[in-house]
């Protein structure tokens, strides 16, 4: 665990909603830059819910995203996340993410999980 992971666990409790949502934008942002930007992002952690804006490159929309349930689960020192039930503004992508998203289980970065 980095140093700097090490104090967002310690410091979590004391940390807003806002600041939260506004560290695991910029790690998308860093992260998936090639893909685009996350314009905004809203997390519900007491229901379990988020929304996303997204504006993707080629798109001449920005994409909005509602996780409706969501689930965290920690198996030994690794955090995962579950997707239970995600809407987008988007159809096709509606579709492939019931394939490819909802029910699957994906490991949260350790710089994430530190703010969640």
Do not use: C
């Not at 992002?41 to 080629?58: F, P, R, V, Y």
């Amino acid at each position: 665990m980095s140093f700097l992971t090490s104090i967002l666990k310690s410091v979590r409790p004391l940390i807003p909603d806002s600041a939260r949502e506004w560290g695991a934008r910029e790690y998308f942002n860093h992260r998936y830059k090639t893909l685009g930007t996350m314009t905004t992002l809203q997390i519900d952690s007491a229901n379990k819910k988020a929304t996303l804006d997204l504006e993707l490159k080629g798109e001449t929309q920005p994409l909005k995203v509602t996780i409706n349930r969501y689930e965290l689960t920690a198996v030994g020192n690794k955090t995962f996340i579950e997707i239970k039930e995600l809407q987008t503004s988007r159809e096709w992508i509606n579709v492939l993410a019931g394939q490819f998203v909802k029910g699957k289980k994906f490991e949260v970065p350790e710089m994430v999980k530190a703010l969640l």
